[in-house]
């Protein structure tokens, strides 16, 4: 169903099971997926992919130009959102550079609440939380399962591994291993995010384990940061939780990014 009000562009493709609701703009190159619900006054702009069982709600802009100056408005700039995602008020994500491909991609299962924004080439995982006023700014990688609290800003490049709390007001200028809680208005490394851990069905046995090497790896005085991260490689690989967060620690040092640590 497309309301008589919105405005379709020539060449857009629209599953016939989705629902345009009044006063939408959909641009020639989109492309909306079976059950996909624009309730109102829903833009979406460029190269943009809409996958199934979205519903996006009034105000949203899907797929502008990147805030990046010199490529503005790149023929190719993409933007690619997966499966059952809600989308709320007034959202804003931003389609590619050439820098990555041209793209930006959002995963399946996602909820972005009033007013959060994806910024260009950003990748964002299945069952992501970005609470209201949540920004990420370019190039950033949030895993599966990362919630980010209200009003809370991650610095581009940044990454940020699975199942990750971000508590609100909280700017996150470095890279976070994954499991873990960061909170202040410059994040810290407050510790591992355990209620979070055990809601997804982690038992007791195993959240201890990594918190065990979470408190090696971050809070002993055995050694460098360095020396401690390679001694978890061998004394916890037989966990592959722990052995997740050495290999994002191992990544982020290869590629000269800072990983935030425990003060």
Not at 3 to 12: F, M, P, R
Not at 66 to 76: A, I, L, R, S
Not at 243 to 256: K, L, T
Request: hydrophobic share 40%.
């Amino acid at each position: 169903m497309i309301h008589a009000s919105s405005v379709i562009e020539e060449g857009a493709i629209i599953d016939q099971t989705a629902e345009i609701g009044p006063f939408c703009y959909i641009s020639s190159r989109a492309k909306i997926g079976p059950n996909t619900k624009l309730i109102a006054r829903v833009t979406v702009l460029g190269d943009t992919t809409i996958g199934a069982n979205n519903v996006v709600f009034p105000g949203a802009v899907l797929g502008a130009g990147p805030q990046d100056h010199g490529n503005e408005f790149k023929e190719e700039a993409k933007l690619i959102i997966g499966d059952n995602n809600i989308i709320r008020e007034n959202v804003t994500m931003h389609a590619g550079t050439p820098k990555e491909e041209f793209t930006t991609r959002v995963g399946s299962n996602c909820m972005f609440m009033i007013n959060s924004h994806v910024a260009h080439d950003c990748v964002v995982g299945d069952n992501v939380i970005m609470t209201n006023n949540a920004v990420i700014g370019g190039h950033v990688r949030l895993g599966d399962g990362v919630i980010i609290g209200g009003n809370s800003a991650v610095h581009q490049f940044v990454k940020i591994g699975r199942k990750t709390m971000i508590g609100g007001m909280t700017g996150v200028a470095r890279d976070v291993i994954p499991f873990a809680m960061v909170t202040g208005d410059r994040g810290k490394l407050r510790g591992l995010n355990l209620i979070g851990l055990k809601r997804s069905g982690y038992d007791e046995p195993t959240v201890k384990a990594v918190t065990r090497a979470y408190m090696y790896i971050f809070k002993s005085t055995d050694g460098t940061f360095e020396e401690r991260v390679q001694n978890a490689k061998e004394k916890y690989k037989d966990n592959p939780m722990i052995m997740e967060q050495v290999a994002f620690i191992e990544e982020a040092m290869h590629s000269r990014r800072q990983v935030l640590v425990a003060e």
